[in-house]
């Protein structure tokens, strides 16, 4: 039992450079997160999922893309990666509406030049 | 949006003292639940201890404890018996709904 992973864990793009990032989780979970962490400013929510097929726009979603196709997987997309999209990026998944705990994966530290 | 507000950017303790690590929140829903996470420098985020708005009694996990003011808003951390382990950063955060809001954390030095 793997829990969160998150594929890269770290990477470098230029300005303008498209990426995916992978979140896979094998605890059979129906939400799923991503978050980015910045100096000073905690987590914050870009994207989320309540189920396979469904996503939703968090606290911070713009130049960010997200796909669910398949339950235990939850893709974050940069299109066109800039500066301000350097930052380390979390996914987490938590069983269902009932459930409180988040489960964090190890991040993937992304800096654009 | 909620707003979660650590404002305690840096505490320090001896080890085998007591520390509390201070939270207030802000929101206008009645259902919400509350966190603390520790994020030691692995970068791994980790579940502390959590309280549900609805219950009055205080959440306890061996050497963590929460002191929950409901009418305050306010979220404080308890750690009993600092160990040179808990040296860390510390999130609060709440629930609502489908969403998690985070506060700007708390680094912790633990002093042998």
């Known amino acids: 039992n793997a829990g969160v992973t998150q594929t890269p864990k770290f990477r470098v793009l230029k300005t303008g450079q498209s990426m995916t990032l992978l979140c896979a989780q094998d605890?059979?979970?129906?939400?799923m997160y991503w978050y980015r962490q910045d100096p000073g400013m905690g987590l914050r929510l870009i994207h989320y999922s309540v189920g396979e097929g469904t996503t939703a726009k968090g606290e911070v979603p713009d130049g960010y893309n997200v796909s669910r196709l398949k339950k235990q997987n939850f893709l974050l997309g940069l299109e066109s990666a800039a500066p301000s999209q350097t930052s380390v990026y979390f996914c987490a998944s938590r069983m269902d509406l009932s459930y409180n705990e988040q489960f964090f994966g190890p991040g993937t530290r992304l800096t654009v030049l | 949006a909620q707003t979660v507000t650590q404002s305690q950017p840096e505490m320090s303790v001896q080890e085998a003292e007591t520390v509390t690590l201070s939270c207030t929140y802000d929101t206008s829903e009645s259902d919400y639940y509350l966190f603390w996470y520790k994020q030691p420098p692995s970068r791994q985020m980790i579940l502390v201890i959590r309280?549900?708005?609805?219950?009055?009694q205080n959440a306890t996990e061996n050497r963590f404890s929460v002191n929950f003011q409901k009418a305050a808003k306010s979220f404080s951390l308890k750690i009993s018996d600092s160990q040179l382990g808990d040296a860390a950063m510390y999130f609060c955060a709440s629930r609502t709904g489908n969403q998690f809001y985070f506060g700007t954390g708390t680094s912790l030095t633990v002093i042998p």
């Open positions: 309280q549900e708005a609805y219950k009055q």
């Open positions: 605890m059979n979970h129906e939400y």
